[in-house]
């Protein structure tokens, strides 16, 4: 007997929840890739390609896939998850776009490179995403139409693709937004393509499975996830974007300038400074500049007062 399958469960709330899971990691994951562009050295930008990898494979594509699975239900069973298998296509989604995100991000990006990696990634989030549900127990046989199935994996390959074009283009915040908002379209476009192509056959029997409910699950996942957000924002804020230091080297040169003592008449540079102006003592017109310099004292005349210009009176 066919079981009747249900996607959304809980309403608009788990793809609206799963879209915006997925626009928030392709920001960060866009995000460490203009900072692993601009690295000078290779082991920061292997460290920014790796959290761009946790960002886009952990966030953007394997959380989605889990909270849109929240909605996902089958009549007539209960579900479970298998913890190995579903830990497994988390590693499968964070692998795979490491090694697409290394491919573009090591030496000079070229179209060979783009399409490669593309290739390669979007097969392993594909892979990822049929993990994920090999790992789900409930008491029927799940099967998949081949149609949907082969169009997941294209649109998974054409979309990795196009993340990894933009991992090695985009710059500034509103590309970074606008291209997010388009993988996240991409990412929920393979996930909900793939899940049409399944079905269930119930069987008359329950088994008792041994794997997790999804509330088990989600605890570790939302920590997991806060975590992961706050120390890709954190590192980000800690290192400085090209921007940042062409905008300090900026307010340093000015700094330095307006310290700068100004140039001496030694140096040839301009005028002495004025003086102050020209003054008139007892010897007439006072060169520029020496009015206020002491003048030295005259020595009295013999027999004199000491009062230049004046001779004493003789005695009659």
């Known amino acids: 007997m066919s079981g009747q399958i249900h996607h ?8 609206v929840l799963s879209y915006a899971l997925s626009v928030l990691g392709s920001v960060l994951a866009l995000t460490c890739a203009v ?60 692998v795979s776009v490491g090694i697409g995100l290394s491919l573009v991000g090591f030496g000079r990006a070229n179209f060979v490179k783009i399409l490669g990696g ?43 693709i196009v993340a990894l074009w933009l991992s090695v283009r985009v710059r500034g915040g509103w590309a970074i937004a606008g291209s997010a908002l388009i993988m996240g379209v991409a990412v929920n476009g393979m996930h909900f393509t793939g899940m049409t192509a399944m079905r269930v056959e119930l069987h008359s029997e329950t088994v008792r499975h041994t794997g997790v409910t999804s509330g088990t699950l989600l605890v570790p996942i939302v920590v997991g996830v806060i975590v992961g957000v706050i120390g890709l924002v ?19 040169s000015r700094r330095n300038a307006g310290a700068a003592p100004g140039p ?3 140096d040839g540079a301009g005028p002495a400074p004025a003086g102050p102006p020209a003054g008139r003592g007892r010897r007439g017109v006072i060169a520029a500049g020496d ?4 003048q030295p004292p005259r020595a009295p005349t013999p027999g004199g007062s000491g009062f230049h210009g004046f001779e004493p009176r003789k005695k009659t």
């Open 35 to 94: 900072r692993a562009r601009e690295a000078d050295s290779t082991g920061r930008r292997a460290r920014w390609i790796a959290g761009a990898s946790i960002a886009l494979g952990g966030t953007a594509i394997w959380t989605m896939h889990f909270i849109a699975m929240l909605g996902f239900g089958v009549e007539g069973t209960t579900i479970r998850y298998g913890v190995p298998l579903t830990v497994v296509s988390l590693v499968l989604a964070i």
């Open 118 to 160: 593309g290739l390669f990634t979007g097969v392993g989030v594909a892979a990822m995403h049929y993990t994920g549900m090999a790992g789900m127990q409930l008491d029927g046989t799940i099967r998949y139409d081949p149609v949907p199935v082969v169009l997941s994996v294209l649109i998974a390959v054409v979309a990795a």
């Open 8 to 15: 959304f469960e809980y309403g608009v709330i788990t793809p």
């Open 264 to 266: 001496g008449p030694a």
């Open 291 to 294: 009015a206020f310099a002491p």
């Open 234 to 252: 954190y590192a980000m804020l800690s290192a400085p974007s090209d921007e940042d230091r062409a905008a300090l080297a900026y307010i340093e």
